[in-house]
């Protein structure tokens, strides 16, 4: 401000009002060069909300942003709101024109995806994406890329929608220790699972009214096997545990198997069933090891996550230092993912107009993740057996001879004519391999009919 | 790698473990020099974590970090853990060094801290600092002495304890148009709150137990009158909108006040009662205006507010895109306030090894903050007044005459032997000024013996 004091107008000129009067530096007129790949719910958002906040993006960043194209599947689709001029179906001339500064990638999946990316990269461009598919797949060459080129890599809308998770893990707690992370980050089966407790409603008839509201796909694969979820894991095991965690590694169970029956279950112990990805680092220092899993679990009604209802997302992170930390909102939605886009889009700016870059990736812990049999939970388990006296002896005496021990054994339905009675045992927390060799051995036993359902319980 | 590869080892040397074996650059081995000021409770755990966790420090920052001196106020007091060559009664001489890089203010007040963080950053530093009060007083000073000398200046610490909230304001959602920050910012009252709902203490009894415990300080009155609140008010606020917010202008009340009765008026309601900092913008655009207020308020008892319990802290945001968000977590202590100083610690030493800074202030939309008399809420209203014919209509049309509309009015006590009767009146939205105006017709009414309490309704 001195400069602005000795200028010709004397003194006594008013300062410059905007970003200048505060100190920062006035905005440079070059404006930043912004392509926008896709253009679906989360695309067209980010490109209305572009256009409507433009002067607040300037002020925010100290340059304006500038969206030169927007690279689409098919041309002549109507976008209300969007300039149709900028569509373009030639995407990869679009990262290819070495003038872009921004790259927006919201087409998800793998490929064109990572191609665009990377090529996006070499030429010059710093990428902000919320594709979890590929980070989880190719994070590794991703990040590299970025590295060799100089250039940022920046996700938050990839993991729990509009909710601040990426940036609270990779920077606001990497002065401390984050030993685990649990969370719901799957609005679809969250919302069927709510159906199905809520309603009583069995599994198909709750997705297809997921599917009829637009909450699931037509083909819901990725979301009730659990392989959205298990890519959100991935990521969030990496940045908590400065490691490299891959999708692949993440064990995953998804919920196309849960009856009414489990549901009732878990009612009849005070529990409500939820899709749970869970990241925690067993062992201390340097030899600590990484669980990543995805899979439904019962939780105490009365555990936060238990109320995260509909298509809301929840992340516990729990550290040492910091205690047990909670971030909630919604998990999912155009405008919701725009916001998480746009808030990385305009930290990304910020770091071109000073020639920097943001944090990158931390891997150096280079944990190892072990497998889904070396890890401890508490299991729920509902047996048909023989209502006959010594069965109950037989069942306790399979769980000690597989070192699981029992909490509660119960029987829940009254014997129906054939002789047979339902089981409950909930047992103490015990390895995943051991129950699993324990189920097998009930399995085996003349007295067990069936092993109707294992769940594991958590948050107790 | 490539380079690796080629060196004499030949072709299958193996990587370098480590940092590098990433792509990262490898740490410099210039250690970046840190300086503490403050060594209770907070700075005696900050000095520890630094000690302990020393070599992830050095991988997620790239250099490491050395501790070169600790400022205190009396000399010979042993920190166990800490080596007591590094204290210093010379604060002073400390922040003049000129080879410190990274300064931690955990000192508290507004003086010395204010002249020791001003002279650490005139001499090169950048401040990392817990100190709420001293930022909603002369955060203009502060930020603008830290842009004058090119270095940053972070305060996660400074709200909310351990919760992300500051990085998410500042970076998450500054893609986003924030509408609306409430939160239970203050451990202390929200204690002394709970044990007079939980357990019908009244007020004095509280606080001498939170005293007892450490909760309250012997001297409490930052905390119950608001003051604490009001400040990290002023910094969400200032925050949220863009805009330069002074504690002065938080409109406050404390606690003191707070009887078993309104507390017994909450239940009847079906509420608690939280003392809640409140930042709103109303209208739109060019014209919006800020209201930025701490208060006590009755919230519905389903509100998520209201299972904040103890020393936990929360903070809801709403944003146009992003929609509603909530961020929870221990709201003070040692151990949970070190996390956030040393996440800023970790995010500033990174940003001054890429000689860069973070994105600093942002107040270019400049937008007013209106007086409390401009605010919109509901009302809660406890009067004791004559039990007889014509009351209940006299009331009514000063509430009329005042354009406050009334949700619900009734009679909560039955009449004593001096022909008294106790009124509840539940408002609509109305203004406060007009609220205020109306109290004070109320108590001039014949009919009304006193007006008992006076407390807004939020949440609804």
Chains 1, 2 share one sequence.
Not at 274 to 284: D, N, P, V
Not at 306 to 316: C, E, K, L
Not at 328 to 336: I, K
Not at 414 to 425: H, I, K, M
Request: overall charge negative.
């Amino acid at each position: 401000m001195t400069e602005t004091a000795q200028s010709p107008a004397g003194p006594d000129a008013v300062p410059v009002a905007g970003p200048a009067a505060d100190g920062a530096t006035p905005p440079t007129e070059q404006p930043l060069k912004v392509a926008l790949l896709g253009c679906g719910v989360v695309g067209s958002e980010v490109a209305r909300m572009l256009v409507d906040s433009a002067d607040d993006f300037t002020a925010r960043i100290g340059r304006p942003l500038e969206l030169v194209g927007i690279g689409v599947r098919r041309a002549g689709v109507e976008r209300p709101g969007i300039d149709s001029a900028l569509f373009t179906t030639d995407t990869e001339a679009l990262v290819r024109r070495g003038d872009v500064d921004l790259v927006i990638e919201v087409i998800g999946g793998i490929e064109p995806a990572k191609s665009l990316i990377l090529t996006a990269m070499e030429h010059g461009a710093s990428v902000v994406t919320a594709n979890k598919a590929l980070l989880a797949e190719a994070g590794t060459d991703l990040f590299s890329a970025a590295e060799a080129a100089g250039v940022d890599l920046y996700f938050e809308a990839a993991v729990a929608g509009a909710i601040p998770i990426i940036r609270p893990l990779r920077e606001s707690l990497v002065g401390d220790e984050i030993t685990a992370v649990m969370g719901i980050v799957n609005g679809t089966t969250n919302f069927i699972l709510d159906k199905m407790h809520g309603q009583g409603t069995g599994y198909a008839d709750a997705l297809a009214e997921a599917q009829a509201l637009g909450y699931a796909e037509a083909d819901p694969t990725a979301d009730v096997e659990g392989f959205d979820a298990a890519a959100k894991a991935a990521i969030l095991a990496g940045l908590a545990f400065h490691s490299r965690v891959r999708g692949v590694e993440v064990h995953r169970e998804g919920i196309t198997e849960i009856t009414r029956s489990d549901i009732a279950s878990a009612k009849a112990m005070g529990c409500v069933v939820k899709l749970l990805a869970i990241c925690e680092l067993s062992g201390e220092g340097a030899e600590a090891t990484i669980n990543a899993r995805v899979h439904p679990a019962m939780i105490p009604e009365d555990h936060p996550l238990a109320s995260v209802g509909g298509a809301y997302n929840a992340v516990f992170v729990e550290s040492k230092a910091a205690g047990r930390l909670m971030f909630y909102g919604p998990g999912a939605g155009g405008s919701p993912t725009a916001s998480a886009v746009l808030g990385d889009l305009v930290t990304v700016a910020r770091n071109r107009t000073r020639h920097t870059r943001g944090p990158g990736e931390s891997t150096y812990a280079q944990r190892p993740v072990h497998s889904i049999g070396e890890v401890v939970t508490r299991y729920h388990l509902s047996l048909e057996v023989d209502d006959r006296a010594g069965v109950l002896a037989a069942i306790a005496q399979c769980f000690a001879e597989h070192e699981v021990s029992v909490q509660t054994l119960r029987q829940v339905a009254s014997p129906g004519e054939d002789g047979e009675a339902r089981l409950v045992v909930v047992t103490h927390p015990a390895k995943d391999a051991a129950l699993a060799a324990c189920v097998r051995a009930l399995d085996e036993l003349p007295a067990v009919h069936e092993v109707l359902s294992v769940m594991r319980v958590e948050g107790l």
